[in-house]
């Protein structure tokens, strides 16, 4: 959701906070703003609506420096995007706050602050955190106690940063429910809720763990727990470069991670296939103990991620595994029975996602024999918190709509399957040719990739449509779940999928000449069902866009389709969600939307 930056150092820390906000713009926004320690001792607010660019040039506009400062992007939650609204917030000239999250008792604090004199500027609820830490500071002046105490009174998530006028040397933070990091430098500190935001300056981190509250310095920091205790964290070293970051010769990050895909694929599987056989060992001692316990397997996601874990239902119940997948927002509110021998399994790309996070402790004290987390990012909250993480290795994610996360996590979920299979008495030739086909998906994705220019035409036809319909059958169901959520986030054009039999239960009433029908045709047990279901949109006027293997003969009339080549069954749930991808791509960029920042969204949901 929103980005938080914030420096202290012995320089003018204000293009090091827009440098910030900049490579924090994928995580979706609605307005900017900073708040810089001048060195007349006075903080200086500039807040704007609409992209950083817009802040740059204000800045620009109105020079300043300073060597303390605290930077936001903001996504509306409490008040329509405005300035007014716009973070950092301030309480006069005594405090400024910057903060993610929700606070759930806001409006019971504000009706306090406002019995006692204090104005309230803006409809959010962060305002709140500012006023009450003013007040605070009427008692207690230093910083770090005042803050202490304004966190005890605050219900909800919030991972939050704190500067004051009168203290020319310390920013405070504090983490509950949403990721802080804390960037070391020589002689100047950073903070973020992102690692990509500090890369131009620093490649050492200290991720603050669930209830720190730190005191950031030019010449160290100090990290208290919870309870008030003086704590130390692991500092750790990114192995992500700046660079990487960057968009280089595609017109837009989205296409830039399509076409990523056989190199992040191939990534996921290094060192842990060769030679026809599962490397199990590569997952840890610990993940072969929790699949030797494994009877079943429940699987926690949100959105494209829980699309991955519908995929590995029908890999997992092939092989005798139970499996159930649940949406993490439905999951953490009902009694879930958990029977003997259950493995928690959750799927986040960036592994901040608040829901799945939620799910995962709870299901700590539920019985599981275990938790293991498939996740994008080494550093996260949910592989932390996890007894067995697996990395997807997907490098940097910025664009909104997931692609490359999407198809390494369902590589990550194959390679379990198969971890899972052997203790079913899968046999070794069996194995190798599971294993074998596994190492041939990034170079059928490749394929795949040179039909590029072949959907850019086939989108054309989608371009003055409001509605178009997915279908499929098997795994190929989840598929359709995703490609129309694909096409939905970035082209706005409101896209359903069903399973194919379902038609004839209500969805072949949308069907006419100005719905587009998608379909997935694999050569698979399936393929005659399907077949038939697409009769049935033809004889309706649905006007049908097709992607099939070579081998596959369709006898409809009017219809456009593009063949792959032959696909291998196992993996072919993988290679199909590619040409889905484009095709949502080029849609949306006939159309002109934002196709990396869609309206409305945000990459990482760390609130509710």
Known sequence: MCGIVGAV??????????????RLEYRGYDSAGLAVRLSDGRMDRIRSVGKVAMLRRMVESSPMEGDLGIAHTRWATHGIPAERNAHPHMSGEKVAVVHN??????????????AKGYRFASETDTEVI????????????????????????????????????????????????????????????????????????????????????????????????????????????????????????????????????????????????????????????????????????????????YHAGLVARYWLEEIGIPCSVEVASEYRYRKVVVPEGTLFLSISQSGETADTLAALRYAKQAGYVGTLAICNVPESSLTRESDVALMTRAGPEIGVASTKAF???????????????????????????????????????????????????????????????????????????????????ISYIHAEAYPAGELKHGPLALVDASMPVVCALPDDPLLDKVLSNLQEVRARGGELFLFSDQSVKIELDRFQNLTLADIFPSTAPIVYSVPLQLLAYHVAVLKGTDVDQPRNLAKSVTVE
């Open 9 to 22: 150092a012995r320089r003018n820390v204000i293009p090091i906070l827009l440098e910030g906000l900049q």
């Open 101 to 114: 999250g929700i606070i759930e008792n806001h409006g019971e604090l504000r009706e306090e602050l406002k």
């Open 407 to 489: 198809t390494t996590q369902l590589t990550a979920l194959r390679l379990i399957t198969l971890a899972l299979a052997r203790r079913r008495g899968m046999e070794a030739e069996t194995e190798r040719r599971l294993v074998e086909e596994l190492h041939a998906l990034p170079r059928q994705v490749e394929v795949v990739l040179k039909l590029s220019e072949a959907i850019q035409a086939m989108a054309g036809a989608f371009v003055d449509k409001v509605h178009a319909l997915y279908l499929g059958r098997g795994p190929f169901f989840p598929i359709a779940l995703e490609g129309a959520l694909k096409l939905k986030e």
């Open 130 to 305: 500012a006023h009450l830490l003013a007040d605070l500071l009427e008692r207690e002046p230093d910083l770090l106690r005042a803050t202490q105490q304004a966190i005890a009174h605050l219900v909800g998530a919030y991972g939050l940063a704190v500067a004051t006028p009168g203290d020319p040397d310390r920013i405070i933070v504090a983490r509950a429910g949403s990721p802080l990091v804390i960037g070391l430098g020589e002689g100047e500190n950073f903070i973020a809720s992102d690692v990509f935001a500090l890369l131009p300056v620093t490649q050492r981190f200290v991720f603050l763990e669930e209830g720190d509250i730190a005191e950031i310095r030019r010449d160290g920091i100090r990290i208290f727990d919870g309870a008030g205790h003086p704590v130390q964290r692991q500092e750790r070293v990114s192995q992500i470069s700046a660079s990487t970051a960057d968009k280089g010769p595609y017109a837009h990050y989205m296409l830039k991670e399509i076409f990523e895909q056989p190199s992040v694929i191939a990534e996921t599987l290094e060192g842990r296939i060769h030679k026809g056989r599962l490397l199990e060992e590569s997952f840890g001692h610990e993940a072969r103990t929790l699949f030797d316990k494994t009877r079943g397997v429940h699987i926690i996601a949100c959105g494209t991620s």
